[in-house]
């Protein structure tokens, strides 16, 4: 009798267990899921603000063609790029011709002063941060996720659900570089 | 970090209980000075666990109204909410409500009871001589403030302290309206009970339990939350130069008060000799370590 009750709490215990280690699992796998997400959001978004920003400065230095039609360029590109590796390298491209616009406000003081430039300005600068931000929540996620599938007991419960590791997000070889100013 | 987070959930109920426990004593105390018997006792009871009560769900509100601070206008204040979209976005954070001080003298603060009802307020002097990174490293700092549940602790510690030293100040008073005959002239050999000196004793004390009350809740988390900052920014220069900017600007922030100190990042009160009269009363309490040393710690890093 008393064994059969102990054998029956262990078996509770494990049951339990298995609920409580699999729904954390759940939360973590979502979580990557929801970051990785969070990051096309951003990109999104920082698309949707260029054509306003490209005629903002056409308005005050339209002859500065061969800068806007790179912008231009690079956001079609970025558009119809498939997968990460790609869609990572156009958005790369896409940074350095955005950064040549915001330096030719330094020639132009009227386009500076503009006002609407200056919001578009701080709301492309504060995409490309809350991009790098969600690449970095991205990874922190993928981190706990694939620590947690490693661990023992959870090990068994992923390999038994097929619960496969993430990559992390990688810069790019050229974002890595230090951009070289020259005088 | 969660053992932080335990660790703050701990104080919290160590906080409440001290609290109801000095708010009963002190209601003995007054009672067994004016003489009011066990209907007093039951009344400071009843206040305690009220004023426990609205501390728990309304102390923010609270703190911000003493503060007067408003909530920040998401167009004029467009960066302030880039900023801390973003920072939440890397840390996972949900959005805190933003508030802005009309107070030249550069200090935030965060409040609330968790992540998800949070505030953080800001002068606007921060906002005038803070770059963007340097005012993204302050902003961090609050958010790790709000991670950690510190906001929890020191802001009920607003309100308990607030409310220990309102009440404890009014009976002082009271005593010295009745011209310091407490009792009327047929219980006058009341005078001499032993019990209520250590009641006026405690009456006296009280205030001053209360603030080293949350002198222990405070002071090695703003280290920490520095720490934290600079885990979710990845960029501690941009911090540095904040606290730098902080250590060389010595204008007192007017919105606080000494019920409030210890949930600026910089320690808003006038601390050193040249800045007042109470300095060295201030020092007593001081909530914050020294930004020296709070920059020495991020240099390391």
């Known amino acids: 009798m008393i064994v059969l009750i102990v054998v029956l709490v262990l078996v509770v215990l494990v049951v339990l267990y298995g609920i409580a280690a699999y729904n954390g699992l759940v939360k973590l796998r979502n979580r990557v899921e929801n970051a990785w997400s969070q990051i096309d959001v951003q990109l999104k978004r920082r698309l949707d603000l260029i054509p306003n920003l490209v005629e903002t400065v056409k308005g005050y230095a339209a002859h500065e063609r061969q800068t806007l039609e790179a912008v231009v360029q690079a956001r079609n590109a970025a558009m119809s790029a498939h997968g990460p590796a790609e869609s990572g390298a156009a958005e790369n491209v896409l940074s350095g011709a955005l950064r040549q616009v915001f330096a030719l406000s330094e020639a132009y003081p009227e386009l500076k002063a503009n006002q609407n430039f200056g919001q578009l300005q701080e709301e492309l600068t504060a995409t490309e941060g809350r991009v790098a931000y969600a690449r970095q929540f991205y990874n922190d996620s993928v981190l706990s996720y694939n620590t947690k599938i490693q661990q023992f007991p959870a090990v068994l419960i992923a390999n038994a659900l097929k619960y496969g590791q993430r990559e992390y997000f990688q810069a790019e070889e050229a974002a890595r570089d230090v951009p070289r100013v020259q005088f | ?301």
């Not at chain 2, 408003?70 to 302030?80: G, K």
């Not at chain 2, 405690?202 to 988390?221: G, K």
Request: hydrophobic content about 50%; some cysteine; proline content about 5%.
């Open chain 2, 1 to 301: 970090m969660y053992d932080q987070i335990a660790a703050n959930k701990r104080r919290t109920v160590v906080l409440i209980a001290s609290f109801v426990f000095v708010v009963v004593a002190t209601g003995v105390a007054v009672s067994l000075l004016l003489g009011g018997g066990p209907i007093g006792i039951l009344l400071a009871l009843v206040v305690s666990g009220a004023l426990a009560f609205t501390s728990y769900w309304k102390s923010d509100v609270v703190t911000l109204a003493v503060s007067r601070a408003r909530p920040a206008d998401p167009t004029e204040y467009r960066r302030l909410y880039n900023l801390v979209e973003g920072l939440c976005i890397g840390s996972g954070l949900p959005m805190p409500k933003l508030y802005v001080i009309d107070d030249p003298a550069p200090n935030a603060f965060a409040t609330g009871r968790d992540p998800k009802h949070a505030a953080v307020a800001v002068t606007t002097g921060l906002l005038t001589l803070m770059n963007r990174v340097e005012l993204e490293g302050v902003l961090a700092h609050e958010l790790s403030h709000i991670r950690n549940y510190d906001i929890l602790v020191s802001t009920l510690a607003v309100t308990m302290v607030g409310a220990v030293a309102l009440v404890s100040d009014t009976v002082i008073r009271l005593m010295w309206w009745n011209g310091g005959r407490v009792s009327r002239g047929d219980d006058r050999d009341d005078s001499g009970n032993p019990l209520a000196l250590l009641g006026f004793l405690f009456l006296l004390l009280a205030p001053v339990l209360a603030r080293l009350m949350h002198f222990a809740v405070s002071r090695n988390r703003e280290t920490l939350a520095d720490v934290s900052a600079v885990q979710i920014t990845r960029y501690p220069p941009g911090l540095i130069s904040a606290l730098e900017k902080l250590r060389a600007d010595s204008t007192v922030t007017h919105s606080a008060s000494r019920a409030t100190a210890h949930l600026w990042i910089e320690q808003p009160l006038a601390v050193r000799a040249e800045q007042g009269r109470l300095a060295r009363f201030n020092r007593l309490f001081d909530t914050h370590p020294p930004l020296d040393e709070r920059i020495a710690l991020l240099r390391e890093l």
